[in-house]
């Protein structure tokens, strides 16, 4: 079993930055491909990015290509989630979780494990 905490998320004006931390507990992430999703009221939970359990490969959604950056920390068993030039549409709950295998992956259901969420608003 794996438990996972997201943290760093907040209110942020648009054009700003935050970072975000997925600290794992239990198994930890040893062997886990983890993802960022998001999700807002009413749609459905859509993938941001992804990253390897050897942190070599980095998968992003086209929405946030350019501006997020996926890394790991796996001696302290985080996953962070760099996100610059924040837009309005970033708005949402992100949630991070751990997949059943070591690769990086934008299947929602390759995904075992997952964080309660943290909240991030971007005001205009």
């Known amino acids: 079993q794996v438990q996972l905490v997201e943290s760093g998320g907040g209110l942020v004006q648009a054009g700003g930055s935050l970072r975000l931390s997925c600290a794992a507990s239990?198994?930890?992430?040893?062997?886990?491909?983890v993802g960022w999703f998001r999700q807002t009221p009413g749609k459905e939970r859509e993938f941001a990015a992804a990253?390897?359990?050897?942190?070599?490969?980095?998968y992003y959604a086209d929405s946030v290509k350019g501006r997020f950056t996926i890394s790991r920390d796996n001696a302290k068993s985080t996953v962070f989630l760099q996100m610059n030039s924040l837009e309005p549409e970033d708005t949402a709950v992100y949630y991070c979780?751990?997949?059943?295998?070591?690769?990086?992956?934008?299947?929602?259901?390759?995904?075992?494990?997952w964080g309660q969420g943290t909240q991030v608003t971007v005001s205009s």
């Open positions: 990253i390897s359990w050897s942190g070599g490969s980095t």
């Open positions: 239990g198994r930890t992430f040893r062997g886990f491909g």
């Open positions: 979780a751990a997949a059943r295998g070591p690769i990086a992956t934008m299947s929602r259901g390759e995904y075992d494990y």
